[in-house]
């Protein structure tokens, strides 16, 4: 037990192994929209010695620049509260969950109570970025369609997690 909490997702890893993920503007965009933003758009520096070379150097929107969710854990907290109007905190900590598991290759069913607890309270601004977006069902691979919520966690989950108080 104590060996798999070492082993665990250390917290300069990246979150997801999967190089065709959303960017990080395309994702702090779409977290901006769920938590009410309007007229959320990056906003871009040309280049003008290297074309094409442009840089994003902030993401703003109606009401100022969108927070940096990816880096700060204090923007995501507001961004959850989303969440728990809505319900879902429970489907995100599944999210948290399956995450770390999928990028360290563990298996749901190896893990003991005090693991569960060990993810969610480690996890990093960026995981939950992801994981939020999961949540609400706004992940996208690359170009494709919204991925949604990873349901087949939420009975493990919620059992062990219930069992454990």
């Known amino acids: 037990m104590g060996a ?5 997702l250390p917290r300069t890893a990246p979150v997801s192994p999967n190089p065709t993920t959303m960017s990080p503007e395309q994702q702090r965009i779409a977290i901006a929209k769920a938590c009410g933003w309007t007229n959320v758009a990056p906003l871009i520096v040309k ?9 994003t150097v902030g993401i703003s929107s109606d009401d100022g620049w969108i927070p940096d969710y990816l880096n700060d854990r204090n923007a995501m907290h507001e961004a959850k509260q989303v969440l728990i109007d809505k319900g879902l905190m429970w489907q995100f900590a599944n999210q948290i969950i399956g995450i770390i598991c999928r990028a360290k290759g ?3 069913q190896t893990l003991e109570q005090q693991d569960y607890l ?48």
């Open 47 to 55: 280049n003008v010695k290297h074309e094409g070379d442009d840089i």
């Open 4 to 8: 798999l909490r070492r082993k665990f």
């Open 118 to 165: 060990v993810f969610l309270a480690s996890s990093t601004a960026e995981l939950e970025a992801e994981a939020f977006l999961r949540t609400l069902g706004l992940w996208q691979e690359s170009n494709t369609q919204p991925v949604a919520e990873d349901s087949s966690v939420t009975s493990i989950v919620k059992d062990s997690l219930t069992t454990a108080q």
């Open 106 to 108: 563990l298996s749901l």
